[in-house]
């Protein structure tokens, strides 16, 4: 029976008091899997002094399940599914289990696909968490420990379809991060949140700047080489302050990974809006400053490999006449207007 058939032969059993989208599994050993990830099931059992897990397969091998507890696994997997943007009029048939990763599907009523998959860490040292696949957006979310049915957004990683940038947005209380990927190109930008926030603000809500979209968009229409000093003016452009002193610490790389390696070509670091450091590269030459005035200047750059590289004492600056040197100093400068 096709999915479409499903949704018309359940249409008249879809009348709803409660206000969460609704589930119906196809398989009774996914409706395990994921009761027990919601802890509505047990997934170990105390006997003789040993810790046995339970698997989703014991369960239905013993006993099954409950209509009280099929009921339950239901209305809080529709409370799941809401919160990560499921109307709460849709119908949700969740199917294909994969028992090797817990990797799932989720289809509605218009025939759109979710790829889902739970993640339990069996040490129980970091929190479950769920993965799910909008396409060209694919959110991390953690099972809360202490609200029943609570998700919190850990992270999402956006796919551009056009030129294959990837732009992961980490979130916490204190950090706003992004790093873009493509092909072993990468960059990180890591802004530190203002100290004079409200306390309650600071320990309640996520750290966010003043135009992420912006951002995001600016970010995945890029292409590499990136040039730093067009990144920091479009960074400016979407805090929430163009006053650079209230962060505690703007950071942003450009660096290159090739299995193990990774090799910063060009960075700035700013702290309460002082430069403490940058590096920059243009073509084969890199000059690197920091601010206790030490530099360096490096010829023949390759990948993992400088040549000819020489240093420059802080007195020698002024007879350094070199254009990359300078281009250091400009960037400098416009940094601190």
């Not at 600071?202 to 990144?231: C, M, N, Q, T």
Request: aromatic share 8%.
């Amino acid at each position: 029976m096709g999915l479409l058939n499903i949704f018309k032969k359940n249409d008249n059993k879809l009348r709803r008091v409660k206000n969460e989208p609704k589930v119906i599994f196809k398989n009774m050993e996914l409706q395990i899997v994921i009761g027990q990830w919601l802890g509505v099931l047990p997934t170990v059992n105390f006997n003789e002094h040993l810790f046995q897990n339970i698997d989703s397969g014991t369960i239905l091998k013993n006993n099954g399940l409950t209509k009280s507890q099929k009921e339950k696994i239901d209305f809080l997997f529709g409370q799941i599914l809401k919160q990560i943007g499921v109307s709460e009029n849709e119908v949700c048939i969740v199917t294909d289990l994969k028992q090797n990763n817990f990797c799932f599907k989720v289809y509605l009523k218009n025939g759109r696909c979710l790829n889902m998959q739970i993640v339990v860490d069996e040490n129980k040292e970091f929190l479950s968490e769920l993965k799910v696949d909008w396409g060209k957006k694919i959110e991390t979310y953690f099972l809360s420990v202490t609200k029943l049915a609570s998700l919190n957004l850990q992270c999402y990683e956006l796919i551009s379809s056009i030129n294959g940038n990837k732009c992961l947005r980490n979130f916490s209380l204190d950090l706003a991060s992004f790093n873009l990927e493509n092909n072993g190109n990468n960059l990180s930008i890591v802004v530190t949140r203002p100290e004079n926030e409200e306390l309650q603000k600071r320990l309640a809500v996520i750290f966010r700047l003043g135009d992420e979209k912006e951002l995001e968009r600016y970010l995945l229409e890029a292409s590499f080489p990136l040039v730093i000093d067009d990144v920091i003016k479009k960074l400016r452009e979407c805090l929430s302050s163009n006053d650079l002193s209230v962060y505690p610490r703007i950071s942003i790389r450009i660096f290159k990974k090739d299995k193990e390696k990774v090799l910063v070509t060009d960075l700035i670091e700013i702290k309460y809006g002082k430069v403490i450091k940058v590096k920059k590269t243009q073509g084969s030459k890199t000059v690197s400053w920091d601010i206790n005035g030490s530099w360096s200047y490096h010829e023949d750059f390759a990948f993992g490999l400088e040549k000819n590289g020489c240093q420059i004492k802080p007195q020698e600056i002024f007879d350094f006449n070199s254009s990359e040197v300078e281009m250091i100093r400009k960037l400098i400068r416009d940094l601190m207007k």
